[in-house]
């Protein structure tokens, strides 16, 4: 709730207010296309909590996208008031008051859910009973990332649970690995998507033995889907940071064959303490970029290491060491130590997810110039 | 953005929805009441950086603070429109649009700002000229943080160059350290604080010795405010944690003379997924609670540990030794074991600041019930 606007469409990059959240669209665009090349013949249904704004997942959508995952309920609600018609809330949904929203939204969407326990089934087929409309409902199975999720044998119990019930329909497998998206080495990606793949093959001939069908193997995320694609199980892919790359994907270690995105989100910061020679504050802290995944780097600018963050500062170094050649570094350092008041730097966050999550808009510039302003209007679906 | 409220106003805490942010309002007044007491008799200008909430901020007032202290200029907009009428914004303020807007707001409230470095005073003095309104302008000194501020000699230079233009006057020193809050052991506090306010006494002396006054000297937060209360330096405290206590400062070790603030903000979770004996997921990840300072805590639950925090998961770890004896931990291991799908949580968040701007209100409740909803306004107000 900002009482001025950052900037106004048509403005340059230098006039926007800051800290603000800023989208390079040529490079989003560059990134959309590429996922579009890369996932093949899979059916692609990206995570919008990485974005949290209709615009976004309407650009999805038109490049082919099937719909969208959401994590949360009330993140649904709010894509399904933009228009999108076709969302699975990768969660395990729990409490009265949530379940009947979830009745109200599938009479308007296709809308499906996780569970991970007979009881989510039970409450799910009460709340539904008598519905016009079936839900969708995957069992999730813990692929290896040890947080919810159940084993292969109890995928069946719960996969037959699902079918018995009025109102609710068994839509197939959840099979996402959290844990293996940030593993820095490609091979260690690989052998945790191997074994993911081969527990989701696992929990699919243990449902179809009993005469069901899995229509829908459904995990991945950008550190890893070209594994999943490849994996002969999955039919399809749920990667978010894709559009965005933040820095703690693009500290994995690339795979020979894997295409890169690129970054186009960033936090536009200004200089606004020069307290040492070597040190210049700026206005992004950690309410601007989050932290949870470490500093966020500083954009084409390897003569600067954002060392600190506080709740509304953050510390930056200037010259020496930033993994240069010492050639690099003393003109680097001549570079930084000109930085002056009022000049202006792009952060590459940290983690792209709860740094969307802090801004109410994102500012969409295409050659130096405010293109766009775009709502994110899911901002705090937490519920 | 929420599509739906989480409770309204006399639902019982069971019936919220969650994750929710929840103020206990009886340990709030309480928290209020005990700083009045503590204060003695400096001025109290708390830092609403803390809360971004109008309600609170005027409770506050009501408990004799003389205004507020804002980071941001956009958060001292959003509380000057809700009617506070003296505010600190305790920031180096840069930028042609930023600047704009302080000369606005400094003819509708009293309004300081601080400064470290001469353009920015010039800029002031400049988007100040012709006036009808002063600006407070304080000179920051680095009372050992390292993060803003100049040095006692410059201090003096500052102080002059602001006496020197019309529009702006010189309205104290800002000694605030910011990185002695959260040092664990008493003595290593007490003795930071004696540094910051030798400082801030030599960069005092220093400005009365060219003939001018110091009318404020200002600091200081929850971990350490009696300290500056008793150096007969400081004459204004800024503590804004004291209302809620993250378990941040709760981990400081506690002075011998120290009253401690009780716990009054809390996350409320759910239990989603009971994935092994063991562990129990929560519908609270880093989305819901800032993991910038370490995990949350479970309120009044030492048989419960929160360990690893993603977006919107919590994983709950149940039983063994966290920090019990062991006659504590069978008992509370059985309990435990017991959490049930559905059952809720209290979570102490690490870091109240951060938390508070993920919320767009905070649910107070009293005796069990929801007794009012409180906006928080300026969330999201980075600017």
Not at 25 to 35: G, I, W
Not at 133 to 158: K, N, P, W
Not at 230 to 246: A, H, K, R, T, W
Request: net charge neutral; with cysteine.
């Amino acid at each position: 709730m900002l009482p001025w606007k950052a900037c106004t469409v048509g403005d340059s990059m230098e006039q926007i207010d800051t800290p603000s959240l800023i989208l390079d669209l040529d490079a989003f665009e560059r990134n959309l296309s590429h996922m579009t090349r890369l996932r093949g013949q899979m059916r692609l249904r990206p995570h919008a909590k990485s974005h949290k704004c209709p615009e976004i997942a309407r650009a999805q959508i038109a490049h082919g996208a099937v719909g969208i995952c959401c994590q949360k309920l009330s993140e649904a609600a709010v894509f399904a008031s933009a228009g999108i018609t076709d969302i699975l809330v990768t969660n395990q949904l729990v409490g009265e008051r949530k379940l009947r929203h979830v009745r109200e939204l599938a009479q308007t969407i296709r809308l499906g859910v996780l569970v991970d326990h007979a009881e989510q089934i039970r409450s799910l087929g009460h709340v539904m009973a008598g519905s016009h409309h079936e839900l969708d409902v995957y069992v999730e199975i813990d692929v290896g990332a040890g947080r919810c999720g159940t084993t292969v044998e109890q995928s069946v119990v719960l996969a037959r649970k699902i079918h018995a019930l009025d109102g609710i329909r068994f839509a197939g497998v959840h099979a996402y690995h959290g844990g293996a998206q940030h593993l820095r080495k490609p091979y260690e990606r690989a052998a945790a998507i191997r074994f993911a793949a081969a527990r989701a093959s696992q929990a699919r001939d243990a449902i179809e033995s009993v005469g069901m069908t899995v229509p829908i193997i459904t995990g991945a995320g950008t550190g890893t889907f070209w594994h999943e694609r490849d994996s002969g199980v999955y039919n399809e892919l749920q990667p978010g940071s894709y559009i965005f790359m933040d820095r703690d994907y693009a500290d994995n270690e690339p795979d020979a064959g894997e295409a890169r995105f690129e970054h186009a989100l960033f936090v536009l910061a200004t200089v606004q303490s020069r307290p040492a020679p070597d040190v210049a504050v700026i206005d992004a802290g950690l309410k601007a970029s989050s932290v949870d995944s470490g500093m966020p780097a500083v954009y084409k600018r390897t003569d600067l290491k954002y060392v600190k963050a506080s709740d509304e500062h953050g510390v930056i170094k200037i010259g020496s060491q930033h993994g240069l050649s010492s050639s690099a570094k003393i003109s680097d350092a001549t570079t930084g130590h000109g930085l002056q008041l009022g000049d202006k730097l792009m952060l590459i966050p940290g983690h792209c997810d709860p740094t969307v999550n802090l801004y109410d808009e994102i500012i969409c510039v295409r050659g130096g110039k405010v293109e766009a302003i775009w709502p994110i209007s899911a901002r705090g679906a937490s519920l």
